[in-house]
């Protein structure tokens, strides 16, 4: 579900010119919920796939398994919050 909320926001952008006029692209990868593996994939993001901005994973050990690697690089990540009732 998650995956599909962030594919949807990509169409949307791109429907309206993108971001600074530049197409956005999605780049998924499943960390099964795992701090090891979002290492890993935040660390891949940012190195191989050359990623401008990197959404914050759900959940705080996560995060914080993400805030260390996008700290390191200096680069961008974006937090995903609910709103509570």
């Not at 949307?12 to 979002?38: A, M």
């Amino acid at each position: 579900m998650i995956q599909e909320s962030f594919r949807l926001w990509a169409k949307e952008v791109n429907q309206r010119g993108g971001i600074l006029g530049r197409k956005v692209k999605t780049v998924l990868y499943d960390d099964k919920s795992q701090p090891s593996l979002v290492e890993h994939y935040y660390q891949k993001l940012i190195e191989e796939d050359s990623v401008d901005l990197v959404f914050s994973p759900y959940g705080t050990p996560l995060t914080l398994a993400a805030s260390k690697i996008s700290e390191q690089h200096l680069s961008p990540r974006m937090e995903r919050t609910s709103p509570c009732a």
